[in-house]
């Protein structure tokens, strides 16, 4: 159970576009939109009373990982653990996206039509919710984000309200890319009536049979690609003890960001993540992406670890839709039709997992899927 804020403050956006339409010769259409907002009042869950690892605790006679030091305020007794009842939600998160967005329709004489869509966007957030890929890599433990209760170095145990980052930088510490939202979408639709039956181009004379059996006919595509959803190996407000053998945390190690080019990423290896796997050595940094740290909570509150700051896999698929409409009587209107799903049988990669390997896909091999409906 996590305690919630009384002064509850509504979540709140303001937006604002602007559009520019052109039609063009051939009749073809197009549109161009930018579409920004801001959101304020968002939850984040405020760890007010979690034991803060302090830099200067050895000093002060306690325990390197200050287990016994003085919690902050309004302590929950009953549920007081780390990342639960030791936090709070509050209205604090804000988010901002800016989005550009082109539309070109061309709708040609003999019933074919065609819609293209691109989107570009930026979304950045202090209050990730729901999944796209970032958790658990994120830190996301629940339904928003969980900002750092400090900020070390610069804590003190005799200012333990006062001293550290304010709230304003912890919420910038975790103000990242939306997990759930890619950067770059491109989408195209069609529809074509083909041209046969009475007063089409084709067979325009028939009728009777001969035109039911040949009228008709449509045939429907629907294809959709976007960039991969952003995420973050290792990163955690709270250290890195749980992903580190013995204990340990993880940083990111000098001049390493652990990011592969687009031309080495494969689905056994995404990312780079050399991590010095040795639970008793201590191995130092001798060339890995992370290196381990000597204590979970060695340093910085928070690792050096940038929130969302990788892509996964991209997506891409085509849908199509093949019928017919054969009148029956009057308003009676019989709709045969074969839907299939992931026309070219494209496999697309899910998230890798925290040693850079994709085991898993998403979506569903090709599958034709026939039905039959009466419309009236």
């Not at 910085?300 to 892509?311: A, Q």
């Amino acid at each position: 159970m996590v305690p919630m804020n009384p002064n509850y403050k509504p979540q709140t956006v303001q937006e604002y576009n602007l559009t520019l339409s052109r039609e063009l010769p051939w009749h073809t259409g197009f549109q161009l939109s930018y579409i920004g907002n801001h959101s304020y009042n968002l939850l984040n869950i405020d760890p007010q009373n979690y034991i803060i690892p302090r830099d200067d605790c050895p000093a002060q006679g306690l325990p390197v990982n200050c287990i016994a030091a003085q919690r902050r305020a309004y302590p929950v007794f009953a549920t007081s653990t780390a990342t639960t009842g030791a936090s709070e939600y509050d209205y604090i998160g804000y988010a901002n996206t800016n989005e550009l967005q082109a539309q070109i329709t061309h709708t040609f004489g003999n019933g074919l039509l065609l819609q293209s869509y691109f989107t570009w966007q930026r979304t950045l957030t202090t209050s990730e919710t729901g999944n796209g890929g970032g958790t658990p890599f994120s830190g996301n433990t629940g339904a928003t984000t969980i900002i750092p209760a400090a900020l070390t170095p610069g804590y003190s145990l005799a200012n333990p309200l006062t001293s550290g980052e304010p709230l304003s930088q912890r919420l910038r510490a975790v103000y990242a890319p939306d997990p759930t939202l890619p950067a770059k979408t491109f989408q195209v639709n069609g529809h074509y009536q083909l041209p046969f039956g009475k007063g089409q181009r084709f067979l325009g004379n028939s009728h009777g049979i001969v035109n039911a059996v040949v009228s008709g006919y449509n045939i429907s595509a629907f294809f959709l690609w976007h960039s991969g959803f952003f995420f973050s190996p290792y990163f955690t407000q709270f250290s890195a003890g749980t992903q580190g053998p013995g204990g340990r945390g993880i940083r990111l190690a000098p001049g390493k960001t652990g990011i592969l080019p687009e031309s080495q990423r494969t689905a056994k290896h995404w990312f780079d993540y050399q991590v010095p796997w040795d639970p008793n050595s201590g191995t130092p940094y001798a060339g890995q992406t992370y290196e381990l740290t000597a204590t979970a909570n060695q340093g910085d509150f928070r690792n050096n670890i940038p929130l969302n700051y990788m892509t996964g896999p991209g997506f891409n698929n085509m849908d199509a839709n093949i019928y017919k409409l054969t009148p029956i009587w009057r308003n009676l209107v019989l709709d045969f039709e074969a839907q299939i799903f992931n026309v070219y049988n494209h496999q697309n990669l899910a998230m890798p997992n925290k040693t850079g390997v994709i085991t898993t896909a998403i979506g569903t091999p090709r599958t034709i899927q026939l039905q039959a409906k009466f419309i009236f």
